[in-house]
């Protein structure tokens, strides 16, 4: 589970090691997330457990004449703007879950990707699209709208509903079972197509201590929706999905 982090890390500093140094007017600023959390034990479970919450979040990138966004911790500006998008799923493993006998077992996999977000004093939209490495190499992504609320300076709640999605090799990674499978479980075969898989809703907080440090929460829900609701391992599980995380973030801002 500590991949992600790694490889946010490796790559801020590659980008770092590119640029000339005389350049010393430009800057990437970003926040790194460590915590704890419960979520299912896989997609489609109906058993819960302890898991490691990680996260990462662009703040801006400035380069020359050219500057994204605001920074980490400054409130963002209204309108449209980009952003990088990032999630773990944890792995899966029949010697951890009895019900899974005869699947094979997945990996944790690693989502990269990006996504665009407009917003407005007291709400915003967005629309985020990553791909997985690791436990599967498939393209999901979310799409989201939230209501802001900003009660003082240092904290920060947004809520709202979101509709997810995956092509056909992520539904087929965690909610198909091939043929083989079939034979080697108590599961029949069961080939999903990709396209929204889940909906639902999150309702996340942020409290400021200071400029560089943050705890981050989050409270969400998901029904699992279309092939990834039919799968007979969603069948002998659940197509109810709660995520509950607490976690301590760290700014950085490198200068190069």
Do not use: C
Not at 120 to 147: C, M, S
Not at 211 to 237: C, F, H, M
């Amino acid at each position: 589970m500590r991949t992600g982090v790694f490889v946010a890390l490796t790559l801020s500093t590659a980008v770092a090691w590119a640029m000339p140094a005389s350049a010393e007017q430009n800057s990437l600023s970003f926040s790194l997330r460590g915590g704890v959390g419960t979520a299912p034990d896989y997609p489609g479970a109906s058993s819960y457990g302890p898991q490691p919450d990680l996260g990462f979040s662009f703040g801006g990138l400035k380069v020359g004449n050219v500057s994204i966004g605001k920074g980490v911790g400054a409130l963002p500006a209204n309108g449209l703007s980009f952003r990088g998008a990032f999630r773990v799923i944890g792995s899966r493993r029949a010697s951890d879950n009895a019900e899974l006998a005869g699947l094979r077992d997945i990996d944790t996999a690693v989502e990269l990707g990006f996504g665009l977000i407009y917003r407005e004093d007291d709400w915003q939209i967005f629309g985020d699209v990553r791909h997985g490495f690791g436990g599967h190499h498939g393209v999901t992504g979310t799409v989201g709208f939230d209501t802001i609320f900003r009660p003082n300076d240092r904290l920060t709640i947004t809520m709202g509903p979101r509709i997810n999605f995956g092509d056909s090799d992520y539904a087929s990674t965690y909610f198909g079972v091939t043929a083989a499978e079939a034979a080697a479980s108590s599961y029949s075969a069961y080939a999903p197509d990709g396209g929204v898989l889940g909906g639902g809703v999150a309702l996340e907080a942020t409290y400021r201590l200071d400029d560089k440090w943050a705890v981050e929460g989050l409270l969400s829900y998901e029904k699992l929706l279309n092939d990834a609701r039919l799968s007979p391992i969603t069948q002998a599980g659940s197509d109810d999905q709660w995520t509950l995380r607490i976690g301590l973030s760290r700014s950085f801002n490198l200068q190069f």
